[in-house]
Nanobody, 119 residues
Framework: QVQLVESGGGLVQTGGSLRLACAASGRTFRSYVMGWFRQAPGKGREFVAAINWSSGAINYADSVKGRVTVSRDNAKSTVYLQVNSLKPEDTAVYYC????????????WGQGTQVTVSS
């Protein structure tokens, strides 16, 4: 059974940093793209970043480019999202997701981790 478990969220002050983790299990993800999304209160889900597990190719949303870094640890089967210079508008539930490289939609999702940025 595929599981994506996020961790690392919490309450942080404006300007602070957080590193979110997504532990993936239940299958081999080498042929997958791992994505990070977020959903703020009252808003739709927004793409943040993605990393191709095998090639390491990375894609960032323009809204966060320069403040986030996505990475992976093959040995731990874990994907990370480092978010710096946090702003109140970064407050959201952050989700990890996985999709096959040849597909366009994500078919595995984690439960999410709450990030709250205080002003």
């Amino acid at each position: 059974q595929v599981q994506l478990v996020e961790s690392g969220g919490g309450l942080v002050q404006t300007g602070g940093s957080l590193r979110l983790a997504c532990a993936a299990s239940g299958r081999t993800f080498r042929s997958y793209v791992m994505g990070w999304f977020r959903q703020a209160p009252g808003k739709g889900r927004e793409f943040v970043a993605a990393i191709n597990w095998s090639s390491g190719a990375i894609n960032y949303a323009d809204s966060v480019k320069g403040r986030v870094t996505v990475s992976r640890d093959n040995a731990k089967s874990t994907v990370y999202l480092q978010v710096n210079s946090l702003k109140p508008e970064d407050t959201a539930v952050y989700y990890c997701a996985a999709r096959e490289q040849k597909k366009s939609s994500y078919n595995y999702w984690g439960q999410g981790t709450q990030v709250t940025v205080s002003s």
